[in-house]
C-alpha cells in the first residue's frame, strides 16, 4: 500500500513563487514516475509535470518554464517549484505515483490571486 502527502499550497499573489512537495510512504516500486497534475474548478483534471526514477522530466505546454519538478529517489519524495503564478494556476494540485500501481494524493490547493 502506497501513500502519498502533499504539501506547500497556499494562497500567493500573481507572480509570486509557491514549492509543493509530496512524499511517498509504503511499498513503492523501485522503478516509478512520479508526478503532478491539477484540477480547476468546473475543469478536468490535467497533467502538470512527471519525474522517473532515472531523472526523465516531461511537463505540460501551459507551464512555459516556470515550473520546475525534481525528486529525491532515495526517499521517494518530489518537489514541484512554481515561479511567476498566475491567476490561471489556481487549482487543486495532486502528487501521482505510477509504478506496481496507480497511486493519488489527497491535494493540495494553490490559490493565486490577481
Known amino acids: 500500500q502506497v501513500q502519498l502527502v502533499e504539501s506547500g499550497g497556499g494562497l500567493v499573489q500573481a507572480g509570486g513563487s509557491l514549492r509543493l512537495s509530496c512524499a511517498a510512504s509504503?511499498?513503492?516500486?523501485?522503478?516509478?514516475?512520479m508526478g503532478w497534475y491539477r484540477q480547476a474548478p468546473g475543469k478536468q483534471r490535467e497533467f502538470v509535470a512527471s519525474?522517473?526514477?532515472?531523472?526523465?522530466?516531461n511537463y505540460a505546454d501551459s507551464i512555459e518554464g516556470r515550473f520546475t519538478i525534481s525528486r529525491d529517489s532515495t526517499k521517494n519524495t518530489v518537489h514541484l517549484q512554481m515561479n511567476i503564478l498566475k491567476p490561471e494556476d489556481t487549482a487543486v494540485y495532486y502528487c501521482?505515483?505510477?509504478?506496481?500501481?496507480?497511486?493519488w494524493g489527497q491535494g493540495t490547493q494553490v490559490t493565486v490571486s490577481s
Open positions: 501521482r505515483l505510477v509504478g506496481l500501481g496507480d497511486h
Open positions: 509504503g511499498s513503492a516500486a523501485s522503478i516509478n514516475v
Open positions: 519525474i522517473s526514477t532515472d531523472g526523465t522530466t
